[in-house]
Each structure stands twice: as C-alpha cells, then as structure tokens.
C-alpha cells in the first residue's frame, strides 16, 4: 500500500509534503523499525489470548522429561507451542512492511512457516499422547531436508551470479569456495543443521529467545549492508541485490521476539516448543544463505552450535566407549548438574552469544 500511494503522489502535482512523507517508507531502515514495533505490539495484545486458548486445549501441558534434571518437574503444566505467538508476530510485520515484490523475502518466510509447521506437529504429537518424543527423527529431517532444497533452489536460480554457488570465507578477500549445484545441498545443510541446533538449544526459559534474536540482529545488518552495493564494496563482501530487504523480516522477528520473552521470562508463561525453535533456526540458517555469510553464522550462532555438537560428541562417545562427555546433554543441562541455577546458566550463555555476535560482524571489516 505505501509503495503504491507514493507511485499514486508522483502523479499529482502539488503535493510535494505528502510525497516526502511517504518517501520514508521507501527506506529499509525505517521499514525495519516499523516491522520491530508491530512485531512487538502483536505479540504483547495477543499473547494472554493465545497462551489461555493453548492451555485450555492442552490440558496437562508440555510433557517434562523424568530423565532430566529434577527442577523442570516444577514447570509440569506449562502450555507449550509458544512459537505460534512468535510466527504470527512475524508474519503480520513482515507483511506489513516488507516489500511484496521481493522474492528473497517469500523465501525465507516459506522456510521459516515450512520449519515451524514441522515442529507444530511434532509438538502436537506430544501434547497430545504425553510423551516426550514426537514424530520420527528420519522422517522429521526428511521434510525439513526437502524444504531446505526447494528454498535454496530457488535462491540460486533468483540470483544467477557464478558467486550464487560459492562459499565465501570471512577474513579473506578472495577466497572463495566453487560448489557449483553442490551448493544447493551444502545451503541445505546449513538451514537443517541451523533449525534443530536452536531447537537443541530450547531447553531453559529464555535461553533459545534472547541469543536467537541476537543473531537476528546481527544478521540485518548483514543484510542491510549486502544488499546495498555502496556498502558491500566498500566492506568488499558479495553483494547480493535485494537482499537488504531482509533487514525487514529481521526486524519483525525482533519486535515478535521481545514480545515472547515477556511471557517466557522465568517463570515462563509458555514454553517456545519445536513450533518457535525450529521455525527460527530455519530462518537464520536461510538468511545465511541468502546473503552469502553461512560460515559467519556458525560464529554468530556458536551457542546453537556447541549445544549441537555437545549432543553429537554425547551420543558418539556412549556408543563407542559405553561413557558420556557431559553429565547430561545438551551441555545447559550438564552446567545444571554442575550446580549452576537456571538464571545463571541463561545469563552467562546471553553473554556468550553477545561475544559470538560482535566476533562474527567483525569478519565484516577484518578482511
């Protein structure tokens, strides 16, 4: 609507102040705060609405794990499917503000609502017959696999540059990496691999939101500069035209995030469940692609990848040696064995993830 009134002031003359204020609509920058307060605003009138319709229909709550650490017993009761609250912010900012003629951003926002649809149904499954496992784990990372392709797929044929099949590395100027159609499978990857690490991350109140809106933070500006041919060259990064637009979509998410964390705060409210977790993760691991930084997202998103891979070393070492690394997997859960409190353990890896962020960004000038 405000791309076609600024079209419709440029045909009538003398309404050059009504022109100039709707010209601020043509800037990401002010796109982007928008999309951040209607996030916001969405979740924070609509969340009491939706966490009372989700605990009135399931009833018992998220199923609670009598394996793990014996303090989350007292959460048993918590609605879960909180992610649902995060999407709908998401949705209605990006709607709202985002450019509609920009492809890059249906395609994040399909991965995003593809990932989260995933874990709905795997949340379902489990409210539904109590338990703590929902559907199969092959046939879960099938789905999410075929998602994953279709959108990088498409995110190569949109941008047809040679650079489109290429892995850039940080720190270097001219370093890149020749996948050819690989890539679409390596992207594929990294969107996989980027959604059910922050979903392994999901296991304490506030503990998943706040790093991944950090990373969202970070990868706007990414964003913001990549898709603006003045900046990249001047950073010397891939410029990928258009891509700034997801500067927006990163904003709503922002904005939706905030809203959440109100009511995840501890004690939380609602949980985030596989509906949020794996829906975000999916939408950094695409906007990584996107943008041509996938490898700066494994710094950025370190916290997601070392809770990824303290699951992976866990698994690994009990079947080899029948002995495990850590007290218990993820490693927040292990840190809870130790001794550390939930506040504390939430904090420190806040603080963790602020470091990973500014260490990432930095790969954007030390080069």
Known sequence: MFYWLIDLSNTFPGVGGVRTVLNVFRYITFRTGGAIVTGALFVFLFGPWIIDHLRIRQGKGQPIRTDGPQSHLAKKGTPTMGGLMILSGLTVGTVLWCNPLNPYVWIVLAVTLGFGFVGFYDDYLKVTKQTTSGFGGK????????????????????????????????????TVLHFGWFFVVFGAFVIVGAGNAVNLTDGLDGLAIVPVMIATASFAMIAYLAGNAVFADYLQIKYVAGTGELAVLCGALLGAGLGFLWFNAPPASIFMGDTGSLALGGMLGSIAVAVKHEIVLAVIGGLFVLEAVSVIVQVVSFKLTGKRIFRMAPIHHHFEQLGWTEPQIVIRFWIISVMLALAGLSTLKLR
């Open 139 to 174: 046939l879960r990372l099938l789905i999410e696999a075929i998602i994953a392709l279709a959108a990088c797929y498409a995110l190569v044929r949109l941008n047809r540059d040679p650079a489109s099949t290429a892995l850039t590395i940080p720190f270097l100027k001219d």
